[in-house]
């Protein structure tokens, strides 16, 4: 198993720019696919932007061109740079990981999930 904490969220105006991170512990000797989703109020968990454990991604066509994910394999961590920030990207963000190989934005099929940060964005 592994475990997953983000960190990162925060209050800006909207344009701003915020970098959320991802520690993930326990079970590092395997890669994982990963991710990061978003959650507003009175909506479904969506996916944001993923990472196969092959290094492939996919990002929501909402963000695509202003969040850029990345991996450190190395220190186990996954990033989410997001520029160009609007109010309708606030949410509660989370970070998930699964053991295969793939790059869906579908949150039912990821195993393990931090407890999410919150990002907010006022215009």
């Known amino acids: 198993q592994v475990q997953l904490v983000e960190s990162g969220g925060g209050s800006v105006q909207a344009g701003g720019s915020l970098r959320l991170s991802c520690a993930a512990s326990?079970?590092?000797?395997?890669?994982?696919?990963m991710g990061w989703f978003r959650q507003a109020p009175g909506k479904e968990r969506e996916g944001v932007a993923t990472?196969?454990?092959?290094?492939?991604?996919s990002y929501a066509v909402s963000v695509k061109g202003r969040f850029t994910i990345s991996k450190d394999n190395a220190m186990n961590t996954l990033d989410l740079q997001m520029n160009n920030l609007t109010p309708e990207d606030t949410a509660m963000y989370y970070c998930?990981?699964?053991?295969?190989?793939?790059?869906?934005?579908?949150?039912?099929?990821?195993?393990?999930w931090g407890r999410g940060t919150q990002v907010t964005v006022s215009s």
């Open positions: 998930a990981a699964d053991s295969y190989n793939f790059r869906t934005l579908s949150a039912g099929l990821y195993n393990y």
């Open positions: 326990g079970d590092t000797n395997r890669r994982y696919s």
């Open positions: 990472i196969a454990r092959d290094g492939a991604t």
